[in-house]
């Protein structure tokens, strides 16, 4: 048998560990169960906290990583035969090159002179010229875009 004086002992434990969830939780409640039920919404309601937050914090990291990883800028002026060609990240952009190449095929120019950076960042200035064999002329703002899609599309293979 459990002696009377080890009785008072637990329920005397029990008491404090009460008031302590009380004041935990704020809970102004004075019967037990009204201080464990105060307590059990009080961690609900903690639950739902921790899940917003961390709805928040995907939703910044989402934000941020779009924010962190906008498209290399491009210019792109014209000479007096061909264009010059000025792209450039701050991110390293594998790949990339690549991609811009592809395009400049596709508009049937001739890369006459270019210097490129893929280490840290990436930067890419090319002097391209027209395949006179083609015949058409083509202007430095279609050159553009077409860097620019080059770019977009690079940037989807990659996501």
């Given at each position: 048998m459990v002696s009377r004086e080890h009785k008072k002992a637990a329920a005397a434990a029990l008491h404090?560990?009460?008031?302590?969830?009380?004041?935990?939780?704020?809970?102004?409640?004075?019967?037990?169960?009204?201080?464990?039920?105060?307590?059990?919404?009080?961690?609900?309601?903690?639950?739902?906290?921790?899940?917003k937050l961390n709805q928040d914090i995907e939703a910044s990291a989402q934000t941020s990583s779009h924010d962190q990883n906008p498209l290399p800028m491009v210019s792109v002026e014209t000479l007096e035969k061909g264009y010059l060609i000025n792209v450039y990240s701050d991110k390293?952009?594998?790949?990339?090159?690549?991609?811009?190449?592809?395009?400049?095929?596709?508009?049937?120019?001739?890369?006459l002179q270019a210097r490129?950076?893929?280490?840290?960042?990436?930067?890419?200035?090319?002097?391209?010229?027209?395949?006179?064999?083609?015949?058409?002329?083509?202007?430095?703002?279609?050159?553009?875009?077409?860097?620019?899609?080059?770019i977009k599309r690079w940037s989807k293979s990659m996501n």
């Open positions: 404090q560990k009460l008031q302590l969830l009380r004041s935990i939780t704020n809970s102004h409640a004075h019967n037990k169960t009204s201080i464990v039920i105060d307590a059990s919404k009080y961690i609900e309601d903690l639950k739902r906290k921790v899940e390293s952009c594998p790949g990339l090159l690549v991609s811009i190449l592809e395009a400049f095929e596709e508009l049937s120019l001739n890369v490129v950076s893929c280490t840290d960042s990436f930067q890419l200035e090319a002097i391209g010229g027209e395949n006179e064999d083609d015949g058409e002329i083509v202007d430095a703002q279609v050159v553009r875009q077409a860097v620019v899609q080059a």
